[in-house]
């Protein structure tokens, strides 16, 4: 039996949703697994708490199978915790509808326009957002473009949320808030300097400016991928097929500014903080958790570990990255009050060893393009402008130069799954393949590389250093050597 509103009478009564099917109140865009663990759960324990109409309307830029799936159930899935010592299961039922833009994009810009959706939230991950890594200004490149200036249906997640808002500035629909919950540094800002920029080039600032929040948040929880596993596993738990299921571990932490002109869930009293300026929590996110994961994702991948988990058990591994932690992330950053960021990183190193979690490798190194500068350029950046050397921080970067080349210390093939994949390629291509070579090839990125960094000449010999002993001796001597 499958999933659905009809069939959850054969669920075990503690997995059922905690609320009856809402009415709408939020578009999401990127129905990503991360979003069905995180805000998806989050907004059902508010609604279970204190009511609201704030379903969920999904809308997946360009994935049908996801859509076929929570359509077919109702917009029913289910979220299994992994600890180390045991799982437990529940269905989720904040979801109201869902939509594939791809196949549909007037109907979300119809929603966008509705008086009833009050938020937007996001998880379109870092490239969706078509903004330069390096400075955070957006890529006017010609999808967009044609975007913004043919009367075609839009087709970027920038275009989609302009044409939504023009649309409800003509229906005099009322404010609203838009609330990026990607892992981009101060996403609040990103997402405002965005969404002003297409403003004026729509000619409708003035209505934007008065009616539109961008709040910034933190967002957290480890999610890998939905696997057979997975899958397996809700299906045994529950007793009925989830073809929508995914895992995560039992962590899970929300910062949201908290800047809603039309009212939000009450997620405050589903565990979510609520602040006025949630960008300390951010950086020491970015750099304390996904450099981290960053950092054991590369080294780990050329080491040719599959997950996580297993580059953790890397001799030496553990070690670096406490180095890193304290001797780089920790000066670089001013965490939130009452929190010691080698506390956190200790904590996060646990999290990451959580056996349960089978996060591949290879994911967590995808995108590296868009991942490196706030993971770990800012990082850099921070510490070289104090005078200081980041040799941990320069690892991480070398370890990336060493993954992009496409081949593991066994000589097995990498994959590079990155929007600036060819770029990265034909720079190889055109320069010599000694770690100088590669180094100055890299660094001449300028979408990633700041020209501070790709200029500066210390920087440059300690990133050659470790190409070179990554090159000559592999990860696993590497490690065992620092
Ligand atoms: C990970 C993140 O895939 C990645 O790049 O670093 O998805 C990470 O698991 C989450 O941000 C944790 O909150």
Redesign the pocket.
Known sequence: MELSRASLSSVPAASRPRIAAPAPGIVHLGVSA?HRA?QAVFTEDAMAAAGGDWGIVHVAPRSPQIVGAMRDQDGLFSVTTLGPDGSSTRVIGSSAGQILAAADPDAVVKLLADPAVKVVTLTVTEKGYRLDPATGRLLLDDELRADLETGRSPRTVPGLLIRGLCARRRADAGPIALVSCD?LPANGHRVRGLIDTLAVAKGVSEWVQENVTCPGTM??????ATTAATLDLAARTLGVRDRAAVNGEPYSAWVIEDAFPAGRPAWDQAGAVLTDDPRPWETL?LRS??GV??AI?YLGAVAGRETIAAALELPGLAGVLRRLITEDIAPSLVPPSGVDTVAYGEQVLTRFANPAIE?RTV??A??GSQ?LPP?VLHTIQQRREAGAVPRWAALVVAAWMRFVQGVSDEGRPLPLDDPLADRIRARLAAGPSTPDGVVDALLGLDTIFSPDLAEDAELRVVLVEWLTALDKHGVAATLAGA
Do not use: E, W
């Open positions: 991360f995180h892992n967002v957290d929880r480890i999610v890998p996110k958790l996904n994961h960053s994702a996060y994911q967590v995808m995108d991942k993971r």
